[in-house]
């Protein structure tokens, strides 16, 4: 496989770790999952600062609980919000942003300034089921398998390289909600093993 070649700072301790900024917009469990595996002495990444468009999310109380900054931004002025966030991430010296489970659609121009340096987590297989509502359009489907993909983030909506994926089996009686939550468990382990692979190509 040729490893990707990013201009990232992959070294695993103290401050050379990869400065991060995890996006959200809800729960926070990948947030949460992301901040333990940041605390492991082999992780590469540190996690700086949360940003969110939605100051109810509740992932937000894993910012006091564990000492990381949190920023709120209001979306419906998304040029203006996006403006800021760079202009933080820049000051916070960020190399890396994961995208976990942030409901925004982030713009063209936000995105070339971190090219290849966005990573989203997506409950579905990709290419199949890109947008919302995955587990119940699977089911619906009839589909044997569904799951979660890691990828980089382009301007094209669940559409960037694929880092690493994970197929979950669906049963006949599985409701939306019961995919979800056997999709999360496996999104868990697969958010640090992507990171791990796109920061040291292991
Ligand atoms: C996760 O299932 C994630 O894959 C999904 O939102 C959920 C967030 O859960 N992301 C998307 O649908 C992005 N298009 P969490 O807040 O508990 O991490």
């Given at each position: 496989m040729v490893p990707i070649k990013l201009n990232l700072m992959t070294k695993s301790i103290?401050?050379?770790?990869?400065?991060?900024?995890?996006?959200?917009?809800?729960t926070g469990s990948n947030l949460e999952n992301l901040i333990r595996f940041s605390f492991s002495q082999k992780s590469p990444i540190l996690i700086k600062i949360i940003i969110t468009d939605n100051k109810k999310a509740r992932g937000l109380k894993f910012s006091k609980k564990n000492n990381i900054k949190k920023k709120i931004f209001n979306f419906s002025k998304k040029k203006s919000a996006e403006t800021k966030i760079l202009k933080i991430l820049n000051d916070e010296r960020i190399k890396l942003i994961c995208l976990a489970g942030f409901m925004k659609i982030l713009s063209k121009k936000f995105i070339n300034n971190f090219k290849g340096k966005i990573l989203n987590i997506h409950p579905s297989l990709l290419p199949k089921y890109k947008g919302l509502n995955t587990h119940k359009?699977?089911?619906?489907?009839?589909e044997k398998y569904s799951g979660c993909t890691v990828h980089l983030v382009n301007s094209r909506l669940d559409s960037g390289k694929i880092i690493l994926q994970k197929?979950?089996?669906?049963?006949?009686?599985?409701?939306?909600?019961?995919l979800q939550k056997r999709i999360l468990k496996q999104e868990h382990l697969l958010y640090p093993k992507a990171i791990r692979k796109l920061l040291t190509n292991l």
């Amino acid at each position: 496989m040729v490893p990707i070649k990013l201009n990232l700072m992959t070294k695993s301790i103290g401050d050379k770790k990869t400065k991060t900024a995890i996006f959200i917009s809800g729960t926070g469990s990948n947030l949460e999952n992301l901040i333990r595996f940041s605390f492991s002495q082999k992780s590469p990444i540190l996690i700086k600062i949360i940003i969110t468009d939605n100051k109810k999310a509740r992932g937000l109380k894993f910012s006091k609980k564990n000492n990381i900054k949190k920023k709120i931004f209001n979306f419906s002025k998304k040029k203006s919000a996006e403006t800021k966030i760079l202009k933080i991430l820049n000051d916070e010296r960020i190399k890396l942003i994961c995208l976990a489970g942030f409901m925004k659609i982030l713009s063209k121009k936000f995105i070339n300034n971190f090219k290849g340096k966005i990573l989203n987590i997506h409950p579905s297989l990709l290419p199949k089921y890109k947008g919302l509502n995955t587990h119940k359009r699977a089911i619906e489907n009839n589909e044997k398998y569904s799951g979660c993909t890691v990828h980089l983030v382009n301007s094209r909506l669940d559409s960037g390289k694929i880092i690493l994926q994970k197929k979950v089996k669906i049963f006949k009686k599985d409701t939306a909600k019961d995919l979800q939550k056997r999709i999360l468990k496996q999104e868990h382990l697969l958010y640090p093993k992507a990171i791990r692979k796109l920061l040291t190509n292991l």
